[in-house]
């Protein structure tokens, strides 16, 4: 089976450093110099979702990792839990 996770992306609290749109091809840097979550939906508590499929975890976790805002974070799908 192919495993799912769900990147939860809060972009009010992005300080436009820019490391995660060169690791991962889902964040792109808008003209505010902020960084966009490519295909994302807004959710109710006005964080960006995307979810993603096992072949793009790793570079997402990058971008995670690399953020200095701590803004951008990924949950397993199959267990709940956050990993970053
Ligand atoms: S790495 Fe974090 S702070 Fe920098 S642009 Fe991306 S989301 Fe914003």
Redesign the pocket.
Known sequence: MIKKYKIIYDREG????????AASKH?D?ARDK??DLVGGKKNKEGLWELEISEEDYAKNKD?AE????K??HIIDLETGEEII
């Not at 992005?14 to 749109?21: E, L, Q």
């Not at 690399?66 to 805002?69: D, V």
């Open positions: 992005c300080t436009k450093f820019g490391g995660c749109a964040f840097i902020k960084a971008a690399i953020c200095p805002a803004v951008i």
